[in-house]
């Protein structure tokens, strides 16, 4: 599967971004989706992560409550809705994807095997 992540950009602290990923080459919906971020100095993290059918949701300590993960099998596109932006969520962000099944672990990093290109978010304080 291929992915192509966009809708990064600069925005102030306290502002709203929505990430999209546009997958293509597989079929979309047999694959858990998940989005890290990677800042500059530091190890890639996992944020948020979506189960293939839509209906588990991962998301990490440090975004909970202020982004939300999403799907829409029939657009092959995963999003990410991020408000309250704060500069620490200064990086760049990458979609991944991983076999799905009903017994997946979202929250594991390594399981995450096809990866787009990121796409920079800028939090201005």
């Known amino acids: 599967v291929q992915l192509q992540a966009s809708g990064g950009g600069l925005v102030q602290a306290g502002g709203s971004l929505r990430l999209s990923c546009a997958a293509s080459g597989r079929t979309f919906s047999n694959y858990d989706m998940g989005w890290f971020r990677q800042a500059p100095g530091k190890e890639r993290d996992l944020a948020a992560a979506?189960?293939?059918?839509?209906?588990?949701?991962y998301y990490a300590d440090f975004v909970k409550g202020r982004f939300t993960i999403s799907r829409d099998n029939g657009k092959n596109t995963v999003y990410l809705q991020m408000n309250s932006l704060k500069p620490e969520d200064t990086a760049v962000y990458y979609c991944?994807?991983?076999?799905?099944?009903?017994?997946?672990?979202?929250?594991?990093?390594?399981?995450?095997?096809?990866w787009g290109q990121g796409t920079q978010v800028t939090v201005s304080s």
């Open positions: 979506i189960s293939w059918t839509g209906n588990r949701k």
């Open positions: 991944a994807a991983g076999p799905g099944s009903s017994r997946s672990i979202l929250s594991s990093p390594l399981r995450y095997e096809h």
